[in-house]
């Protein structure tokens, strides 16, 4: 090869170099960019208020069950976590319905016959039912008898609700009379003195022809406990009445029973799972407690407790103050010591650089008010300290 052959070779390859890097460089440095636009944004996410913070998975103390057995089973765990125990409170109303469905009166009769009816399932609940017999308050036993499990092999149909809670429908166990109500003949006899009274009827007899029962129990599955127990009582009555001298008059009324007792559990809850506060601001804590209203103050008492008081701290009453900035999240916990126990909920607290920080008001921190479960405000604090 003569050197004007190679001299040209070398300039050739030296020119395919420079186009090379003429196109590699460029594209070099668009991806490199990319990497640092993508990881810059994604610090970014990082750092915006709560994109990364850990949720706490509240994970469901009972599922969905499978079969009618297993509803069975829930059901039963569900009542008998109510029946001797003191934790719960319990709430009972109790209403009565009577309809008419056929009766041979006139028009006119038929119209104060209707009103009658009307009366009679206000009367028959105030004379008859006594609501306190059902209720009970927190440190108390309350009144509930076995009477509301299940019946044996009943089907237990299930429903989860639009708002995440269960339900759980079926008859109750034998002997429910007196569960809620008092017997069924008793109630039509009662149905009868009321027609008797509503028009001077010389004689009214009633008669029992028909009758159900169930229950209705409603449960939350984050913390598997019953919120509600209802007994619907369904039975026909067929009375017959005779205003003096006249012919017979039979009535078919078909009367409803519901009971209806909530149940709530001593304990105390924390609504915020996450909280996050700049460097030198402030968070009030919603916190609501489940004691009896009558509580004094040596029968229960409330404490706050911050993991980390170098990056946060906790008052008596519940005030979070951020003290220094802090990667990872601190603990804030409450407790409460009632009816011999100890309840206890938390949060997560995160403390950033910057941001608007909450400021005193007219030099003092405003207490929350609104914590009906007698949580110390800032002026009660001694009395639980």
């Known amino acids: 090869m003569s050197r004007q ?24 440095v668009i991806v490199i960019c990319s990497v640092v636009i993508v990881i810059t944004v994604h610090k970014m996410d990082n750092n915006a208020p ?34 001797n125990t003191t934790d719960a409170q319990t709430v009972c109303t109790t209403s009565v319905s009577v309809d008419i469905v056929n009766s ?4 006119s009769g038929k119209h104060l016959l209707d009103y009658a009816a ?3 399932g206000g009367a028959i609940a105030g004379g008859f039912y006594n609501d306190g017999n059902y209720s009970s308050a927190y440190g108390s036993a309350n009144k509930l008898t076995d009477g509301i499990l299940p019946a044996k092999n009943a089907k237990v149909a299930f429903t989860e609700e639009e708002d995440g809670t269960f339900s759980y429908l079926f008859p109750p166990a034998e002997g429910f009379d007196g569960l809620f109500a008092p017997s069924d003949e008793t109630m039509a006899g009662c149905v009868a003195e009321k027609i008797k009274e509503y ?24 913390d598997g406990r019953l919120t509600s ?10 009375v017959s009445f005779r205003i003096k001298d006249g012919e017979t008059t039979k009535i078919t009324a078909q009367i409803t029973v519901t009971g209806t007792i909530d149940v709530s559990f001593a304990g105390i809850e924390i609504e915020q799972d996450i909280i996050e506060i700049h460097k030198n601001g402030y968070e009030e804590l919603a916190v609501k407690a489940n004691v009896d ?29 951020a003290v220094s900035v802090s990667d990872s999240p601190v603990t804030v916990t409450v407790t409460l010591v009632y009816l011999g126990k100890t309840y206890t909920d938390s949060c997560l607290v995160y403390v950033t650089e910057s941001g608007n920080t909450l400021t005193a008001i007219n030099g003092m921190l405003s207490p929350r008010t609104a914590l009906a479960a007698k949580i110390p405000s800032e002026k009660e604090v001694n009395r639980y300290g």
């Open 118 to 120: 009307g009366k009679m």
């Open 229 to 238: 127990v209802v007994k619907i009582r369904n039975f026909t009555a067929e």
């Open 5 to 28: 052959t190679e001299k040209n070779t070398k300039n050739a390859l030296s020119m395919k170099a420079k186009i090379a890097m003429l196109i590699c460089i460029p594209l070099a």
């Open 104 to 107: 041979n009166l006139s028009e």
């Open 50 to 83: 709560g994109s990364d913070k850990p949720q706490p998975t509240a994970q469901p103390v009972i599922t969905a069950p499978q079969s009618d057995e297993d509803a069975s089973v829930q059901a039963n765990e569900l009542l008998s976590s109510i029946l």
């Open 293 to 321: 209203e009558n509580a004094s103050q040596e029968d229960f008492s409330v404490s706050f407790v911050s993991s980390d008081p170098s990056v946060c701290t906790v008052s008596d009453n519940g005030m979070i103050e």
């Open 199 to 222: 028009f001077s009827a010389d004689e009214c007899y009633a008669k029992v022809n028909k009758d159900t029962a169930w229950l209705s129990l409603t449960a939350d599955p984050t």
